[in-house]
């Protein structure tokens, strides 16, 4: 009987602690509220071609996964190199976000998945668009802050030589 009356507070005690560790609507429609005004920061800040303001939202360790269209892998430092490289000889990119989804998963874990379309125009004046360019990012909440623990790419690329429309 005990055994039964213990087995009966440890399965009891379990769905408390699962139930306590779901978020209300209200809770997850903050989180994608507070991950749609990163987002859009993150998008604006990119348009802007400022690599540094972008890649605050994203996490500056090691373990940062970012995926390239290619496949290829790169970290945190190689991404930001990398649109240093690009904006160096961009003159205007524009992001356009044709769909956007946002999954939380826990208070801290969040995942957008975004349908773009970018076109970067280089100061030779020829155009690469990607379209479409599928975006997914993986949100941690570290040290209070939202950021970008896994980035990837999915992507067409077209070109236009200049003067094209």
């Known amino acids: 009987m005990k055994r039964i009356l213990l087995l ?7 769905c408390t602690q699962q139930q306590s560790d779901q978020l209300t609507q209200q809770q997850e429609d903050k989180i994608k509220n507070e991950l749609k005004v990163i987002s859009d920061s993150i998008i604006a800040r990119f348009e802007r071609l400022d690599t540094d303001g972008a890649m605050q939202y994203y996490w500056d360790s090691p373990d940062f996964i970012g995926v390239n269209p290619d496949g290829s892998r790169f970290d945190f430092q190689a991404m930001k190199k990398a649109h240093v490289d690009l904006f160096s000889s961009t ?5 356009l976000v044709t769909r956007r989804d946002f999954v939380v998963l826990t208070k801290d ?23 479409p360019n599928s975006l997914t990012l ?6 209070g802050q939202w950021k970008v623990i ?6 067409s690329l077209a070109m236009e030589k200049a003067g094209r429309k």
């Open 8 to 14: 009966a507070a440890i399965f009891i005690a379990g």
């Open 150 to 155: 896994l980035s990837h790419q999915s992507a």
């Open 91 to 95: 003159a205007s990119l524009k992001i």
């Open 109 to 131: 874990i969040a995942i957008e998945a975004s349908v773009l379309k970018a076109v970067i125009t280089p100061k030779s004046g020829s155009k690469m668009v990607f379209d």
């Open 138 to 143: 993986v949100f941690q909440k570290i040290v």
